[in-house]
């Protein structure tokens, strides 16, 4: 399960690096709100010029599991992964170190991330 989230994460780089994602890169990986959301910050990049560059660290993934239902953490230190709009560099607040989570449902063997995690108490649980 946590190699579908480390997936996801990998995939969702790749995407805001290269300022597109094929319509089928999340096929099999997520599903719903997540898919949905990776979609969207890709649309909104492209209609702004935006592009990512260099590439965040992903250190310390985890999971809570609950039969069927899961929890995934992962910090990221995205000093490193900076933007730009139609090639020039674009002033970023201070990266840094941050957790963040997404749940994610088993379906048949697979597990699928569904939902990007907002809650500040469940972040908060994710020590970076």
Not at 44 to 66: H, K, Y
Not at 74 to 91: I, K, L, Q, R, Y
Not at 106 to 115: C, E, K, N, P, Y
């Amino acid at each position: 399960m946590i190699e579908q989230y480390e997936r996801y994460w990998e995939i969702r780089i790749q995407g805001q690096s290269a300022g597109e994602l094929p319509a089928n890169a999340l096929d099999g990986v997520a599903v719903g709100a997540a898919l949905e959301g990776q979609y969207a910050v890709i649309a909104q990049n492209q209609q702004s010029g935006l592009r990512r560059v260099g590439e965040p660290t992903l250190t310390d993934f985890s999971a809570d599991v609950d039969g069927d239902t899961a929890t995934a953490f992962v910090c990221v230190d995205d000093s490193e992964w900076g933007a730009e709009v139609n090639g020039e560099p674009v002033e970023q607040p201070p990266g840094g170190l941050s957790a963040h989570a997404a749940t994610l449902e088993r379906q048949g063997d697979t597990w699928l991330v569904t939902a990007a995690v907002d809650d500040e108490t469940i972040l908060a649980e994710k020590k970076c």
